[in-house]
């Protein structure tokens, strides 16, 4: 018998919990928690009071809030969907009450935009002596995209040299300006100045500078721009022949325009100004002006493709391949009521977790995805709506 307790209730969390309650084999019992109670009583009553047993209000900036849910709940596993900024108060509330912890992004400070895992990687020996794992970044990127490099060093590659991570969204929500994904989290993300690795360093662009415009399958050409991305961070360091690693995100000249003028404004700022005699945050004030990334999803057209071209040695021979997925935003939504962006995270958040419950990727510490065998990720993602394809590619789309 398997418990397992859902932190968070927005998209991304609402398609975990569906794929959970369809499989009560792994997941016997669903939990959810949330600060705002009303949107896991929503979803209690969509999924079936038989699946989700049941819901708690929650402010997880707070592990002893966390920890309370726990002791009430006594889950074998905690699903954090909550916010970045809440990991590591949520980490130091199952280390206290001795829970297994997942999550699908890595810890930032509220009051800054650094993306980084040194925070989480620093509690290794605190889950490995409480014989408890963490695994970090169950999602498609992070997530899937680290699994797809891990498949390509077992199967295709005696060294890995160049890889790059492609995310394109080719759909349309009919929206001015919207983010496929929590707003805050998102401007925070892109307007960041980019960073990849290359020949034992990192690089940094200015925000967005640097362009490609890539053919993406069954979407067509899409100017893509090289970001940073945490996922990076983990593969270059657990793939050490790596010479460069890159990641690049497609966004449409209306978005970046829209963006800019947002930027120049001041809207996405996160430090505090005073309106009406309080203080407002200009992003989260924003954020709350913005279409919440979930009400995106009914009449969402058009598709994704996210990848990574790897490029190495097989045989004293150079290759490169493309593993790649592409995600239907309609299909989504007829089968969980969700757009494309959140199903792609919400699907592999509850193949990590079923992995975990199985055992079959559970061992004392905190780990990235690709430090796990990456075979049975693999087939559980064509089981479960999100099928890869590999293509063997002549030569790689990016100039070395």
């Known amino acids: 018998m398997s418990r397992v307790l859902i932190i968070g209730a927005g998209?991304?969390?609402?398609?975990?919990?569906?794929?959970?309650?369809?499989?009560?084999?792994?997941?016997?019992?669903?939990?959810?928690?949330?600060?705002?109670?009303?949107k896991c009583?929503?979803?209690?009553?969509e999924v079936g009071i038989d699946r989700v047993k049941g819901v708690f209000a929650v402010d997880a900036d707070h592990a002893s809030e966390v920890v309370k849910v726990i002791n009430q709940v006594k889950p074998d596993l905690v699903i954090n969907l909550a916010l970045p900024y809440q990991d590591l108060a949520i980490m130091d509330a199952c280390l206290e009450t001795g829970v297994h912890y997942l999550d699908t992004a890595n810890y930032e400070p509220k009051d800054v935009a650094k993306f980084e895992y040194s925070w989480q990687w620093a509690y290794q020996e605190k889950f490995e002596k409480a014989g408890l794992t963490a695994l970090l970044g169950s999602g498609f990127d992070p997530g899937v995209t680290n699994v797809y490099t891990a498949y390509a060093a077992k199967h295709y590659f005696d060294e890995i040299h160049y890889l790059d991570i492609v995310d394109c969204n080719g759909g349309d929500h009919g929206q001015a300006f919207a983010t496929n994904f929590n707003p805050e989290?998102?401007?925070?993300?892109?307007?960041?100045?980019?960073?990849?690795?290359?020949?034992g360093e990192w690089k940094e662009t200015d925000p967005l500078s640097v362009r490609e415009d890539l053919d993406y399958q069954n979407i067509g050409v899409r100017a893509s721009y090289l970001m940073f991305h945490e996922e990076?961070?983990?593969i270059v360091k657990h793939f050490p022949t790596l010479k460069r690693a890159r990641f690049w995100m497609t966004f449409g000249d209306a978005y970046l325009t829209h963006l800019k003028v947002l930027e120049g404004i001041g809207m996405t700022s996160i430090e505090p100004i005073d309106f009406?005699?309080?203080?407002?945050?200009?992003?989260?004030?924003?954020?709350?002006?913005l279409p919440n990334p979930g009400s995106l999803a009914d009449g969402y057209t058009g598709m994704t493709c996210i990848g990574t071209y790897i490029t190495g040695m097989k045989d004293g021979k150079e290759k490169t391949i493309f593993i790649y997925n592409n995600c239907d935003h309609a299909a989504c939504f007829a089968?969980?009521?969700?757009?494309?962006?959140?199903?792609?995270?919400?699907?592999?958040?509850?193949?990590?977790?079923?992995?975990m419950l199985s055992g079959k990727w559970k061992k004392p510490g905190v780990w990235n995805m690709e430090q796990f065998d990456p075979d049975p990720f693999m087939d559980m993602l064509n089981q479960h709506g999100l099928p890869w394809h590999v293509i063997e590619c002549d030569e790689s789309p990016f100039s070395k």
């Open 276 to 289: 009406q005699g309080q203080q407002i945050v200009p992003l989260e004030f924003l954020k709350a002006v």
């Open 11 to 38: 998209g991304v969390a609402a398609v975990t919990i569906k794929k959970c309650a369809r499989l009560p084999e792994l997941f016997d019992e669903i939990y959810l928690a949330s600060r705002t109670v009303s």
């Open 232 to 234: 990076l961070e983990s």
């Open 185 to 199: 989290i998102n401007i925070r993300e892109i307007t960041q100045r980019g960073r990849f690795f290359e020949d």
């Open 335 to 355: 089968e969980v009521g969700a757009q494309a962006v959140s199903y792609t995270t919400g699907v592999p958040a509850m193949i990590g977790a079923s992995l």
């Open 41 to 45: 009583e929503a979803l209690q009553q």
